[in-house]
């Protein structure tokens, strides 16, 4: 087995950059859920959670807006 003779300040350098990654790799996690008005209407709306068919009004939703999703078009006479 090989010995390396590290100095502590390289030793607590190593360290720190291990403990940055793992930080930024937590960061990323955290920012993968996309909470925005479409996702609490929709979801109020279905009793399964999540299931195809709310993913899809989710996604239909996101497309047409929070304001306009769930409103019925008004036909004109």
């Known amino acids: 087995m090989k010995t390396i ?14 403990v940055t990654e793992k930080k930024k790799k937590s960061k990323k ?13 929709v979801k109020s709306r ?12 989710l996604v239909k939703c996101r497309k047409v807006g929070a304001k306009n999703w769930g409103n019925s078009k008004k036909k004109k006479s």
């Open 29 to 41: 996690k955290n920012k993968s859920k996309k909470r925005d008005a479409c996702y609490y209407k």
């Open 5 to 18: 003779a590290l100095t502590e300040s390289e030793l607590v350098e190593m360290i720190q950059q291990i």
């Open 46 to 57: 279905y009793d399964v959670w999540p299931s195809a068919y709310a993913s899809g009004a």
